[in-house]
């Protein structure tokens, strides 16, 4: 039934009944388990004119469907005698007026409601991804990203249809019960009383079973979620997946969560479906019991049959009404339970935030870098330092690589370098200034990354080099990409820079994409240059033409070079050695190889074969 026939019509018994399954948990539970849609009160706020439309609207067809019994009870009581043509002829027009009074009120409530409920949701979206790009790595060390997007989609689905159409049901159908529950009273009280004594027996034994449904209604979203992440991840992955011919253990797996949701849904539809039951016989038997009494009061004289026609339209209202709300409460649950999970991201704090008064770095930037007894471990491995106790101070345009074994801790250097973590003691400064003093992106702003993973977007070639300086123009990007080399095969490309690279970068090669990340951070121009094994995924010819590039551009700037290939650090100025999280070794090529520690035997293992 459309949201417009759901106006029209007053709601049948059936619907009443279905839906105290769902008003049993309206008991004590009912503000826990709204509280959280509170929180998009600020977003209705930004539109009240709309949302003040919508409930006059609203108001407007209740108050038509109620005036429906008043009429129908003085034409049974009035109008059925060979005078009373004239009246029933009167009060048909009436009621027409009112029909179409109540078509525009619901149809402006409509369009209203859902044209509200798509931009909140849409605000709501953008305000979440916002929130996340500025969250810390951290943050991203322990969460899953499939499940982060199905936050940011499945959930602000689930809160549109709640905002956009359950609400505004829920509504509508609530002061359609209060007005019908009043005027039942100034109708016939007597009979409103008994209508007051049942509704405890109605409600009061399914209270207990409501803390189960919402209990199993949010068990069946979560494992929801579990299944949404693990296929997101295996997508996401899919190469991987085929070339180790593990197809059949993913799909085994994935038919297991899904399985595992089924069978949280059918425990959560098994207790409904219980209270259903419940609610139909208690229902059904109070309607036969108050029209039992009611007859009798038309035969004994105490109320006419159009008061009593008026009473039983105006319980049928009530009920309806009834009926609706419970139908469109699962929704609203699911809604505010979306809601909860989506305003726990926006309530998450970055662990990385700019100070309250910020200091300025010193303009023009010279790129000197310094850390002073720097101890860190990762929020997941706390009891591991992988960074212990590390000294280093970098001059501006000097040329320091950082060489060791894996797991020595040199990418972390950089982490902490970009401060997407802050170190457990010791303090890192940059051009003099300690950068927990500036803010985040001022610090990165002056820091141009190739990182050992390179990462390519879905988009053209020319927006994933221009991501390294967003304002770039034409002439700019393409000269950064020659720089790179990049050139070459960006113009074999079927549209040239504009060729869709698709996601991840599926229509690069690795050295390709490599090649793409330098260019993006020659276009970036930062006085400081990190390089995380920038050319690890090169062929000898590649790496050869971007060892040139990267020599040209080193030369003006501040570069920090992490390598496992020594062949390509052999032109810096100083060669840093790490071991287990410390600097163990310091000095150039030929000085460290004649002292014969660490490096001399990573050099011999390169350099000799052996």
């Known amino acids: 039934m459309s949201v417009v026939e759901q106006d029209s019509l007053p709601g049948g018994a059936v619907g009443a009944v279905e839906a105290a399954a769902e008003t049993a948990t309206t008991g004590p539970a009912r503000k826990a388990r709204l509280r959280p849609l509170l929180a998009l009160a600020p977003y209705v706020g930004r539109y009240r004119g709309q949302a003040l439309g919508a409930l006059v609207a609203l108001i407007v067809a209740s108050l038509a469907t109620l005036a ?102 829920a509504l509508r159908n609530l002061m359609l019960f209060i007005g019908a529950a009043t005027m039942m009273v100034v109708t016939s009280p007597r009979l409103s009383g008994f209508v007051l004594a049942v509704i405890p027996l109605i409600v009061l034994p399914l209270v207990a079973f409501g803390r189960r449904v919402r209990v199993l209604s949010r068990g069946a979203q979560d494992t929801l979620a579990d299944a949404s992440s693990y296929a997101s991840e295996l997508i996401g992955a899919i190469r991987i997946l085929q070339a180790f011919t593990n197809e059949r253990l993913a799909s085994t797996r994935f038919g297991n969560e899904v399985d595992r949701t089924f069978t949280a849904a059918r425990r959560s539809t098994g207790a409904r479906a219980f209270l259903t039951a419940v609610v139909i016989f208690l229902i059904f038997s109070s309607v036969v019991a108050i029209l039992w009494v009611g007859s009798h009061d038309v035969l004994s004289g105490q109320i006419t049959a159009g008061r009593l026609g008026q009473f039983v339209l105006y319980a049928a209202f009530a009920a309806g009404a009834l009926g609706e709300l419970s139908q469109v409460w699962g929704e609203i649950a699911a809604a505010a339970g979306a809601s909860e999970r989506l305003f726990e991201i926006l309530r998450v704090k970055p662990a990385i935030a700019a100070p309250s008064q910020p200091r300025a770095l010193p303009v023009p930037a010279r790129g000197d870098i310094a850390f002073d007894n720097v101890r860190f471990a ?86 994933n080099i221009r991501f390294g300086r967003p304002g770039a123009s034409d002439a700019e990007v393409e000269r950064a990409a020659q720089q790179a080399h990049a050139t070459e095969f960006i113009r074999r490309l079927p549209k040239g820079f504009e060729t869709e690279l698709g ?108």
Request: proline share 4%; aromatic share 6%; hydrophobic share 45%.
């Open 503 to 610: 996601e991840r970068g599926v229509m690069l090669s690795g050295g390709q994409r490599q090649r793409v990340a330098i260019a993006r951070a020659i276009l970036r121009d930062a006085p400081l240059l990190l390089l995380d094994e920038a050319t690890s995924a090169l062929d000898a010819e590649s790496e050869t033409l971007v060892q040139t590039a990267l020599e040209d551009l080193m030369h003006k700037r501040t570069t920090l070079v992490i390598a496992h290939r020594l062949a390509t650090v052999l032109s810096c100025d100083r060669i840093v050695v790490m071991d287990k999280g410390r600097i163990v070794e310091e000095g150039t090529h030929a000085s460290l190889v004649a002292e014969g520690g660490l490096y001399a035997k990573l050099a011999r293992l390169q350099f000799e074969g052996a």
């Open 378 to 463: 990762y929020p997941t491995r706390p009891d591991h330092l992988v960074v212990d106790g590390v000294s280093l101070r970098i001059q501006a345009g000097e040329r320091v690589a950082v060489v060791g074994p894996s797991g020595a801790g040199k990418s972390t250097l950089f982490h902490l370098l970009l401060r997407f973590y802050d170190p457990l003691g010791g303090a890192i400064s940059f051009d003099g200034v300690p950068v927990r003093d500036v803010t985040p992106q001022d610090l990165r702003a002056r820091i141009a990354l190739v990182p050992q993973d390179t990462v390519v977007f879905t988009g053209s070639a020319r927006e």
């Open 68 to 169: 429906v019994p008043i009429a129908v009870r003085r034409m049974i009581d009035l109008g059925f005698s060979p005078t009373g043509v004239d009246l029933i002829n009167g009060y048909f027009g009436v009621m027409i007026g009112v029909v179409a009074v109540l078509a525009l009120a619901s149809a402006s409530r409509y369009y209203l409601v859902i044209t509200l409920g798509e931009r909140i949701v849409a605000d709501l979206r953008r305000d979440v991804f916002d929130h996340l790009t500025s969250l810390s790595p951290a943050f991203f060390d322990v969460s899953h990203s499939g499940e982060l997007v199905s936050r940011l989609t499945a959930d602000t689905t689930q809160i549109k249809s709640a905002v956009g159409a359950s609400v505004s049901i």
